[in-house]
């Protein structure tokens, strides 16, 4: 059983547009609602997108029509889709179960710095 790894960060310009992918084991996915969470120096990790199972989706509000999370049980793997990104969109994303999970184990993310 092994833990989520993310990929996909980088740097862009704002308006700019990455895709950050999570790998997971089956025994990690299978059934559960997976999340996307970011986190800047000094502050907490937040909640950013999670997706269910079956698909049904929610986001943070700083988000929404930017970004699209989705998921490929077949594959394992979980997508987001961020597009029209800002300088405050600057974090280390990470994926994770959703937060009813309250996960307390996390890999090192990827980064994604936006600016000019």
């Known amino acids: 059983q092994g833990h989520p790894v993310e990929s996909g960060g980088g740097a862009v310009q704002p308006g700019g547009s990455l895709t950050l992918s999570c790998a997971a084991s089956?025994?990690?996915?299978?059934?559960?609602?997976m999340a996307w969470y970011r986190q800047t120096p000094g502050n907490q990790r937040e909640f950013v997108a999670d997706?269910?199972?079956?698909?049904?989706?929610k986001y943070e509000d700083s988000v929404k029509g930017r970004f699209t999370i989705s998921r490929d049980n077949a594959k394992n793997t979980v997508i987001l889709q961020m597009n029209n990104l800002q300088p405050e969109d600057t974090a280390t994303y990470y994926c994770?179960?959703?937060?009813?999970?309250?996960?307390?184990?996390w890999g090192p993310g990827t980064q994604v710095t936006v600016s000019s």
């Open positions: 997706i269910t199972h079956a698909g049904r989706t």
């Open positions: 089956e025994s990690w996915l299978i059934f559960r609602p």
């Open positions: 994770n179960l959703s937060p009813e999970y309250q996960p307390d184990s």
